[in-house]
């Protein structure tokens, strides 16, 4: 079983950037594939981005819109989300997932992959 615990997110003014940060625990030692979505009131959950453990390259979903940066410490079982000059329409509840057991890196970087074991959540809120 693997935990993810999100943290960093909070109160931010409309310009600015955020990084959160995901960190894994538990059965994780094998390489897999984390992502980041987040859930904004009333919307959809939404797939940001995701990235392998330990390998470069990763995946950007519409939702990421060139802002969303993902990037990791894998020898510290880290993921990372910096987000760029953030809007209001940022705010909401930012989750990371990995897909465990694992699938393969090909698929982690095309999008393909269903991820299992989620966190639960840091809020982002977005002041104008």
């Known amino acids: 079983e693997v935990q993810l615990v999100e943290s960093g997110g909070g109160s931010v003014q409309a310009g600015g950037s955020l990084r959160l940060s995901c960190a894994a625990s538990?059965?994780?030692?094998?390489?897999?594939?984390t992502g980041w979505f987040r859930q904004a009131p009333g919307k959809e959950r939404e797939a940001i981005a995701s990235?392998?453990?330990?390998?470069?390259?990763?995946y950007y979903y519409d939702a990421a819109k060139g802002r969303f940066t993902i990037s990791q410490d894998s020898a510290n079982k880290m993921v990372y989300l910096h987000i760029d000059r953030v809007t209001p329409e940022d705010s909401a509840m930012f989750y990371c997932?990995?897909?465990?057991?694992?699938?393969?890196?090909?698929?982690?970087?095309?999008?393909?992959?269903?991820?299992?074991?989620w966190g639960q959540g840091t809020q982002v809120t977005v002041s104008s």
């Open positions: 990235i392998y453990t330990g390998r470069a390259g990763a």
């Open positions: 997932a990995a897909d465990l057991p694992p699938s393969d890196w090909y698929r982690c970087i095309t999008g393909a992959v269903d991820f299992s074991s």
């Open positions: 538990g059965n994780t030692d094998s390489s897999h594939c």
